[in-house]
């Protein structure tokens, strides 16, 4: 990667997300509060979906899966930045920030996918009920989910393959972690090509979810309303609302930070966003798709009720508890 007012990459230096020691500090504690709640939270949920008999069904299929995906998509990101707010200047390796960048394109692909998969999962149980078990057998949804991850491995190698050949100015700083358009924008070289890439791969995997999404839930609305019963239908929105919620939040700042042009908004602020898109929604996820479901809290119940309750469990009690 050598040019003209570039150079071989070796390091890239990360900036802290602030300059103030005590602001630093307790930013520190913060997050890592928040990331010791999201590993907890989302392991605990895959683990009671796992030992929970009345849980094996398709939609805690793609819940597990979702969990699992918000501990990895958060490990990506948090250590970093917890090491970040401790030390005013961090060195990574350029290998380094292409793998970290790499995983994220993965974890946060395959996210977009298992959230679509979950939407066509509720328009078969609601729309086509008495085919819904056949529909979404056990082959079914390990499909599915190899096609969400499928598509995760091939956005990730075609987007760090296309980085990997930029040449790059000095000097080689990035705000807080290794993200596709901060490094991309180190880039001395033409990167128009990389740029069509980037929003080529992510554009196709979010056009193809969210036209899954709408279409799911245009014929779930459409059967909705032709239930006779208002209990019936207040039901079945509740059903629909917490992945709703899920799919507002996480689209709303995928499209927000990749989407964007790369002169409009503030250091500060994107980096607001990438916080939220990288920290709360991984927290979040647990909490609004599955807390205020009856079937977790009745599984949370029957495995809280037998006496081999041990110190992990006894935690998530409390939290699960702790909503209505």
Known sequence: MQGRNSSTVTDLILLGMTDNPQLGVLLF???LI???VTVLGNLGLVVLIRVSPCLHTPRYFFLSNLSFLDVCFSSVTIPETLANLLSKLQAVSFLGCVTQMGLFIIFASTECNILASMAYDLYTAICHPLRYHVTMSRVRRLKLVAGCYLGGLV???SVTTSITQLS??????LPHFCDIPLLSALACSDHWVTQILIVGCGGFTLFTSIMVILVSYLSVLM?????????GRQ???STCASHLTAVG?????TMYTYFQPSQRGSQAGNQMVSVFYAMVIPVSNPLICSLRNQEVKVALQKIFEKKNINSFALPLMYLYRGFP
């Open 29 to 31: 504690g913060v997050f």
């Open 34 to 36: 928040v990331y010791i």
């Open 155 to 157: 956005n990730m190698v």
């Open 168 to 173: 790059f100015c000095q000097p080689h700083v």
């Open 223 to 231: 059967t909705i309303l032709r239930i006779p019963s208002a209990s």
């Open 235 to 237: 039901k079945a929105f």
């Open 249 to 253: 939040l996480y689209y709303g700042t």
